[in-house]
């Protein structure tokens, strides 16, 4: 996906073809939750496509099985431009990995990711304590 959002800007992708990705890693997300797998790791870089353009959910490296409603750890693990609140505190749930879903489809309709900070601490600040800019002010 990474690639396809580069190969269009300074442009968006078109709204149609933006919908029917985020509908399908949706459903591909829904799946793997049901088998009680968080995948914890939800970014552009981690959704593939098909030769049908189908695009599929990929790297389950850190994906982790749910044994209760949320999973703390003492390591960080993420990529901190899509992590949810919980990451940056050490624990994980499916609403995390449902945030991530957000932060993409924020990055899939305005062009920008919803925080911008460069640096982990920062990140972790802006994703704690702020809200990003309306997407319709990125029109």
Request: neutral net charge; aromatic residues 12%.
């Amino acid at each position: 996906l990474r690639d396809l959002i580069k190969r269009f800007a300074p442009n968006l992708l078109p709204a149609n073809m933006a919908l029917n990705i985020f509908t399908q890693v949706g459903q591909a997300l829904y799946y793997a939750h049901q088998q009680n797998i968080i995948h914890r790791d939800l970014k552009p870089e981690n959704i593939l496509f098909n030769a049908q353009g189908e695009a599929l959910l990929a790297d389950f490296g850190i994906a982790t099985t749910l044994s209760t409603a949320s999973i703390k750890y003492v390591t960080i693990i993420g990529t901190p431009a899509y992590m949810a609140p919980e990451q940056f505190q050490s624990s994980v749930s499916k609403e995390s990995d449902q945030y991530s879903l957000g932060c993409i489809g924020y990055e899939l309709f305005t062009g920008k990711r919803p925080f911008t900070a460069t640096n982990f601490f920062a990140m972790g600040f802006d994703h704690l304590n702020k809200l990003p800019i309306a997407p319709t002010q990125h029109r």
